[in-house]
């Protein structure tokens, strides 16, 4: 009895270690959520004025449909999926639910006739690819968590190096992006946009309506389509960004929610643990007092 309530005791004090960790990294995770979120909202006005400068240098374009960034291949051979996971564990299923997306979207694309060049931001997607032997045209590391523009910039510059490539040098005709959506603290779904050829859509809006937010005007300095090739690349820069943001608050809010998953689970387990020692000790009690009132029966007999 002796040896089993010192096991339990043992097992009380390892589950109450690693329940230390786990509330540890809750509430990391959860300052960070709030970071993350103020990166993302402030990153939001910024891409709203580029589309919108954009949408004014296409509708004044010559035929912005032959721009190399907006125009579709006759004959697509090649496609680029970036895929956004994290760079450490204890995330729940966030890194493998970006994967499986991703590996949809590939079976999707070679069942059009695509070759799909990944592109991976995160360890446990480079290990993933890595370990089934697949080749990757870029692996990026080292900041999942905390994504900056440099980081994104670089992605991005890859990216459009590759779609500006000639199909029969390896370049790709199209570049999606998987990543994590935010939309709340216990909601967080894989998405996958396509940012490359960007879709010029023809909309007609109706002025008429008070809420509708008046188009601005711009002047052209050369001319819309010198200002369109400036902002396109900006775009696919803040794209790749935006998705970064997205995806770095989802890691947190994921790895807040199986944290604390993780401490609760401690917690009951650290009860059971108590009751079957406090079980043990009364075992081993009620033991050592029959010892002791049987040895002073057999006293008084003798």
């Known amino acids: 009895m002796g040896a ?14 690693t329940k230390k960790i786990t509330k540890a990294m809750e509430l990391i995770a959860s300052s960070r959520i709030i970071k993350a979120q103020g990166r993302l909202n402030a990153s939001m006005p910024y891409l709203t004025q580029l589309l919108d400068a954009i949408s004014a240098a296409a509708s004044h374009a010559t035929d912005v449909s032959k721009h190399p960034l907006t125009s579709a291949a006759h004959s697509q051979v090649r496609a680029a999926v970036l895929v956004v996971t994290a760079d450490r564990g204890l995330a729940g299923a966030y890194s493998s639910n970006a994967i499986k997306e991703a590996e949809g979207l590939t079976r999707t ?53 590759r779609f500006l490539e000639p199909t029969e040098s390896g370049g790709v005709d199209e570049i999606h992006v998987v990543y994590t959506q935010f939309k709340n603290m216990a909601q967080q779904e894989s998405r996958v946009r396509r940012i490359l050829p960007l879709e010029v859509v023809d909309e007609v809006v109706d002025t008429s309506n008070e809420d509708t937010t008046p188009f601005p005007l711009y002047e052209f300095e050369p001319g819309p389509e010198a200002v369109l090739d400036a ?43 108590t009751r079957q020692a406090n079980q043990a000790r009364q075992a081993e009690i009620t033991q050592e007092i029959s010892e002791i009132v049987g040895g002073a029966d057999a006293l008084s007999s003798a």
């Open 109 to 161: 694309l070679n069942d059009k006739g695509l070759e799909v060049v990944p592109y991976v931001v995160g360890r446990k997607g480079v290990g993933f690819y890595k370990f089934r032997g697949r080749a990757m045209g870029g692996e990026y590391i080292g900041f999942s968590d905390q994504p900056t523009y440099d980081d994104a910039r670089r992605i991005g510059a890859d990216l459009l190096q």
């Open 4 to 17: 089993q309530l010192r096991v339990y005791r043992r097992r009380i004090r390892s589950v109450q270690a």
């Open 231 to 273: 902002l396109l690349p900006r775009y696919v820069d803040h794209a790749v960004y935006n998705a970064l943001l997205m995806s770095a608050a989802s890691e947190h809010a994921a790895r807040r929610r199986a944290m604390k998953s993780a401490t609760d689970n401690a917690e009951e387990l650290i009860r059971t643990l």
